[in-house]
């Protein structure tokens, strides 16, 4: 049976938490002047004591909108280790004074569009892919730059930097995807044919007023279309056809 108490650690990458309260000022002025400097106390120490654990960092951030009062962006290996930080985070005001908003939890990862180093050296002078001693150099350099690269994607140095602007990313895939996509497609080319309805009913109507907005190429075609029409259905019943080109 697997030990509670055994670290959590991915085979790549490091746990990457994301924390957003809200400060209940109504809660914070019951405190004592004595509670509040000892709360505040407590948190200063807390984010003192988080950096100095093994491969962990923490950045402690001021919000500016009203959606949040303050927020951290945690990261560190060990799933279990984030969990503690997190509920230590959560109290260290004291109970009720910070209320959590928002949380997101993820994993630090290589990016999906790295260049390759065929892409790379198409890219670079044709003196020097047709040298083979600059084109080695040339790879060389770009070889130490991308591991350098994948180095901090995948184990990231957190600087201490004066703005932060955080967004979260889907990346869901699958038959759910695709069929969200098609939907999508299949309401965009239905308002299309309306639109293209709702247009040619209007140059019927007004007819002196669509020589006025219609482009004359685009009369021509119109003009074009509707004696096709008329000739083709001359020995059919009366109908009304529209088609929509992209």
Known sequence: MTDKNTALIPEEGWHCLHLFYRIEYGQWQLLSREEQ??????????????????????????????????????????????????????????????TPVYSYLSLTEESEYITSEQEYAQTLEPSVRNDSAKLDEALTTFQERMKHYRQERVYPTLPDWPVVCFYNMSKR???????DQSDRLQNAFRSGQRR??????????????????????????????????????????????ITSTT
């Open 37 to 98: 400097n000892a709360a505040k106390t407590n948190l200063s120490s807390l984010v003192q004591e988080v950096p100095a654990m093994e491969s962990t960092q923490l950045l402690t951030l001021g919000m500016v909108t009203p959606k949040a009062d303050i927020g951290f962006m945690l990261i560190t290996p060990d799933l279990h280790n984030a969990n503690r930080i997190e509920k230590r985070l959560s109290l260290s005001l004291g109970a009720d004074v910070l």
């Open 173 to 179: 895939r699958g038959e759910r995807h695709i069929s």
């Open 196 to 241: 293209v309805r709702g247009f040619r009913r209007s140059l019927h109507r007004h007819p002196i007023a669509s020589r006025r907005i219609v482009p004359p190429l685009a009369a021509l075609a119109f003009n074009r279309a509707r004696a096709h029409d008329r000739a083709r259905n001359r020995s059919k019943p009366s109908t009304i056809t």
